[in-house]
C-alpha cells in the first residue's frame, strides 16, 4: 500500500482570494467566505474542476493577505487566525485572541494511503463533539466512530452505523470554546473521535477525493450552525399543512379506503391534514402511475379527499421499470436518462416494480424530465411527494461500484444521490404547483438538503429504545442544517403496545414533523385503534400541536432566517454546561426558544430530568422550579414532562380540525413571569403560496418588560393581513392581573398589566 504525509512548502503563493501552497506530494488551497469561516483544500489533482453539491456561497473576492515568516505562515480575519508549520504543512486554527480551537496532528497531519486520504487531528482532553447529522449513537461522539455511505438499514439499531443520510459535519467544543468542521467529500467518509487512538488523536477521512473542509470559528453552537446554514442554503417555509398531523401506512390499499380513514378523523374530532399513500396507489408499483382498479379516478378522489380538508402525499421512488410501452421508461432509455455501465448499458437493479433502471439526477435535464413527469400526481392534486428507496437502495443492497451516472462511478455520488432525487422532485413540483408550495420529503439525505426538502429517520421499529433513539437523531439531524425532521411514530416495524403509542405521540407534539407511520402487515395504528381511553390521550397530544401552531410556525420562520433548528439539543443553549451530556439527559430539547421537553419511555412513570440554570416552570402544573440541579419528576402517560422558560412568550391558538380551519380567529400570547426582558418573533403569511417571498407576511416582534409591566407588539412589517382578529395575553406566574382581548392591528400593541 502506498503511504505518503503532506509536507513541506516548497512554494507560497497568493492568487488574488487563494492561498496556494505546493508540496511535494499536493496543493493546498485555502480560501476565506467570511470572517469566520475559512476553507482548506487539499488535493493531488489541483486542475480538476472545484464542485459541491452543498455549498452555495463564493469566497471573499477581496485580495487575501497573510504573514510569513521562516518557521510559519500566518492567515487573520476578525474571528479567526489560521498558522501553517511550513516545515511540516501542518494547520492550526485559533481564536484571535491566540486561544486554540483544533490543529492537525504534529505526528501525521494530512496523509494518503493509496487513494484514501485522511486527516489527523489533535485531541483536547476535555473535547466534546456533536452533530453529524443522523448517527446513532450518544449526543457527545467523543470515543465512537461513524462511517458516511448511504445505506438502505431496514430495523436499524441504537448501534447501527451507517444508516440512510450523510452529514459530515460536526461540531467541537472544549475549554469553553467551540468550532465547527465540514468535509465537503461525498465518497464513503470516516469519523473516527479517538475511538481507538487512546485519546491520542481523532481522525477524518474519505476512500478517494481531495480533503476539502471548511473550518468556522464562531464562539457559540448556534453561530456555528448560523454560518453553516449560511454556507449550504437553508430551508424555506413550510407549507402550514405540513405541520398538522399526518397519517400514514403502507398501504392503504385503495381510494375509498383512504376516504375512510379521512372521514373517521373528522367524525371523531381528532385533527388532521395529511393523508398518505404508499406504493400500492401505483400501478404494478411503476412510478407517475395510479393502480386502474383501487384508484381509478384520481381527480375525484382527490376532491372527495380536498372536501374534507386533507391535503394527499404520495410516495416516489427512484427505480423506473423495465417495461416498453411505460412512458418514463421508453423516453429515458431514448434519451439515455439512466445510469449506465462503463459500456454504456443500462444498468439494471431489481427493487419493488422488479427490474428497473436508475435516473441520472445529476444531470439537468434528467431532473428537468424527472420534474415535469410529476403532472401525473400534481393534476388530480396531490401536494405532497414523499422520496423513498433513494440511497439508492436495490435488493440485496450492494449496487456495482462499475456503475455510472454520467461522468462518475457509484462511489463518488452515492451519498448524494438522495439529495439530487430531492432536488429534482422539489424543483419539478414548484413549477407544476404554480406559485404553491410543495411538500418534498427524503429518505435520503446529504449536506445541503434542507434547501429542497425535509427528512425523516428511516425505518425505526416499535420499542422504547427507538422513542429516545429518534429523538436524538432529530436533534442531531438539527445541528447539521434539517430543521424538518420527523420519526415514524409507533415504529415503522413491529407492533406497539398502547402504552407506547401514546407516549410516542405526545413526543410527536414536540417534532417538526408528526407523523404516524406503520409497515405492512401491522397492525392499524390510527388514534382509536387503542381504545377510548388512550384515544382521548393521542387525541388530547394532537390537539396541544394544533394549539402550538403559531409558536410552531414562528419557529420555522426562525430557521428560515438563522438555520436554528426547531428541535435544539441542549448542547446549543447550555454548550458548556456538563450535565446535559450525561447520558440521563442527553434526550432533552428545546422545542423553539421556549419549552424544554423531557422524553419519557412508555414504561417510566418517573423521571429524572435536568434543568439548566435560570428559572423554570412546569408547562402541565405550572410549578415553579429553580434551574441548575436535576428533579426526579412525575411522567404519567397523560403528562410529558416539558417546562416553560422563564419570560418565554408563546402565541397559540384555538384548537382546530385543520390548518384550513379559521379557529375562533383569537391569537392568545402566553407570557410567563420572569425576572429578565425577552422577546419573540411572531411570523405568519398564507402558509400555502410563495407570495411571502414579495412581501406577503406578517412578522412583529413581543417584547416582554417586567420593569415596565408591559407586553409589546411591534407595528407589523408586511403586506399580510393575519387571521387573528384579537390579540388576548394570558399571563402566568404573575400576581392576579388580568388583562382582556384587544383588536389585533397592524400597528404597535402596548399591554399594561
Not at 473535547?127 to 430495523?155: H, M, Q
Not at 394549539?547 to 432566517?561: D, G, I, M
Request: aromatic letters at 14%; one cysteine or more.
Amino acid at each position: 500500500m502506498n503511504f505518503k504525509i503532506l509536507g513541506p512548502a516548497q512554494s507560497i503563493n497568493s492568487n488574488n482570494n487563494q492561498l496556494v501552497i505546493k508540496t511535494a506530494e499536493a496543493e493546498a488551497q485555502l480560501t476565506i467566505y467570511s470572517p469566520s469561516i475559512i476553507r482548506v483544500k487539499v488535493t493531488q489533482q489541483p486542475d480538476n474542476a472545484d464542485e459541491s453539491f452543498a455549498v452555495i456561497r463564493q469566497p471573499l473576492s477581496n485580495t487575501l493577505t497573510y504573514q510569513e515568516t521562516e518557521a510559519e505562515i500566518t492567515l487573520q480575519t476578525s474571528a479567526l487566525t489560521v498558522r501553517i508549520n511550513k516545515s511540516s504543512l501542518r494547520f492550526a486554527f485559533y481564536t484571535p485572541e491566540g486561544q486554540l480551537l483544533s490543529r492537525d496532528d504534529e505526528r501525521f497531519g494530512i496523509a494518503w494511503q493509496n487513494s484514501q486520504v485522511v486527516n489527523y487531528r489533535e485531541l483536547q482532553p476535555d473535547e466534546k463533539f456533536i452533530g453529524l447529522g443522523e448517527k446513532v449513537g450518544n449526543l457527545n461522539r467523543r470515543a465512537s466512530s461513524y462511517v458516511n455511505w448511504n445505506t438502505d438499514a431496514p430495523d436499524y439499531g441504537p448501534k447501527t452505523d451507517p444508516i440512510y443520510e450523510s452529514f459530515p459535519f460536526f461540531i467541537g467544543i472544549h475549554s469553553g470554546r467551540t468550532y465547527g468542521l465540514f468535509l465537503d467529500n461525498t465518497h464513503k467518509s470516516y469519523f473516527d473521535f479517538g475511538a481507538s487512538t487512546d485519546n491520542e488523536f481523532m481522525w477524518l477521512g474519505a476512500d478517494d477525493g481531495d480533503l476539502n473542509y471548511y473550518f468556522f470559528g464562531a464562539q457559540t453552537v448556534a453561530g456555528i450552525i448560523e454560518d453553516y446554514t449560511w454556507l449550504t442554503g437553508r430551508m424555506e417555509m413550510p407549507p402550514l399543512w405540513s405541520l398538522g398531523y399526518q397519517q400514514c401506512r403502507w398501504s392503504y390499499m385503495s381510494a375509498q379506503e383512504v376516504l375512510n380513514i379521512a372521514a373517521k378523523f373528522r367524525e371523531r374530532n381528532i385533527p388532521a391534514d395529511v393523508m398518505y399513500c404508499d406504493i400500492d396507489y401505483m400501478d404494478g408499483y411503476k412510478i407517475f402511475t395510479w393502480n386502474p382498479d383501487t384508484f381509478a379516478d384520481p381527480k375525484q378522489f382527490l376532491e372527495q379527499l380536498k372536501a374534507m380538508n386533507f391535503k394527499l402525499v404520495t410516495i416516489v421512488d427512484p427505480g423506473i421499470k423495465v417495461e416498453k410501452g411505460y412512458p418514463q421508461y421508453d423516453e429515458g432509455v431514448d434519451k439515455g436518462y439512466f445510469a449506465t455501465y462503463p459500456n454504456g448499458q443500462n444498468y439494471v437493479g431489481e427493487v419493488w416494480p422488479g427490474r428497473c433502471h436508475f435516473p441520472d439526477f445529476f444531470r439537468e435535464d434528467v431532473r428537468e424530465w424527472w420534474g415535469a413527469s410529476f403532472n401525473a400526481l400534481t393534476k388530480p392534486g396531490v401536494d405532497g411527494f414523499w422520496n423513498d428507496m433513494n440511497e439508492p437502495a436495490v435488493w440485496n443492497q450492494n449496487m456495482p461500484w462499475i456503475v455510472k451516472f454520467g461522468d462518475k462511478f457509484m462511489p463518488e455520488v452515492r451519498n448524494v444521490y438522495g439529495m439530487q432525487m430531492a432536488r429534482a422532485t422539489y424543483e419539478g413540483t414548484r413549477k407544476l404547483l404554480n406559485n404553491k408550495r410543495p411538500f418534498v420529503l427524503t429518505r435520503a439525505a446529504y449536506a445541503g438538503t434542507q434547501r429542497y426538502s425535509a427528512v425523516w429517520t428511516g425505518d425505526n421499529t416499535a420499542n422504547d429504545d427507538h422513542i429516545l433513539l429518534g429523538v436524538r437523531l432529530v436533534n442531531s439531524l438539527g445541528v447539521s442544517g434539517m430543521a424538518n425532521v420527523g420519526v415514524d411514530i409507533g415504529g415503522f416495524s413491529g407492533n406497539p403496545t398502547p402504552e407506547m403509542m401514546v407516549r410516542w405521540n405526545s413526543l410527536g407534539t414536540y417534532t417538526p414533523m408528526y407523523r404516524n407511520h406503520a409497515i405492512q402487515g401491522a397492525d392499524y395504528r390510527e388514534p382509536w385503534q387503542y381504545g377510548s381511553e388512550n384515544e382521548a390521550l393521542i387525541k388530547k397530544s394532537i390537539e396541544r400541536r394544533y394549539e402550538l401552531l403559531p409558536y410552531l410556525y414562528s419557529v420555522f420562520y426562525t430557521a428560515t432566517q438563522t438555520g436554528l433548528p426547531v428541535c435544539r439539543t441542549l448542547a446549543i443553549d447550555y454548550t458548556h454546561d456538563q450535565a446535559i451530556y450525561y447520558e440521563d439527559y442527553q434526550n432533552q430539547f428545546m422545542f423553539g426558544d421556549s419549552l424544554l421537553v423531557a422524553p419519557v419511555i412508555s414504561t417510566q412513570l418517573t423521571v429524572k430530568v435536568y434543568l439548566p440554570q435560570g428559572n423554570w416552570i412546569r408547562l402541565s402544573t405550572e410549578e415553579k422550579l429553580e434551574g441548575g440541579r436535576e428533579y426526579v419528576v412525575d411522567s404519567p402517560l397523560n403528562d410529558l414532562p416539558v417546562f416553560v422558560k422563564a419570560g418565554a412568550i408563546i402565541p397559540m391558538q384555538s384548537v382546530i380540525q385543520s390548518t384550513q380551519h379559521a379557529g375562533d380567529g383569537i391569537l392568545r400570547i402566553h407570557v410567563y413571569q420572569g425576572d429578565k426582558p425577552t422577546s419573540f418573533v411572531y411570523y405568519e403569511d398564507d402558509g400555502d403560496t410563495y407570495n411571502y417571498e414579495n412581501g406577503s407576511h406578517h412578522k412583529r416582534i413581543i417584547n416582554f418588560d417586567p420593569a415596565a409591566k408591559t407586553i409589546t407588539l411591534s407595528a407589523v412589517e408586511g403586506g399580510y393581513t393575519s387571521k387573528f382578529q384579537q390579540v388576548q395575553v394570558v399571563l402566568h406566574g404573575f400576581d392576579g392581573n388580568e388583562v382582556n382581548s384587544v383588536a389585533c392591528t397592524n400597528e404597535e400593541i402596548v399591554i399594561q398589566y
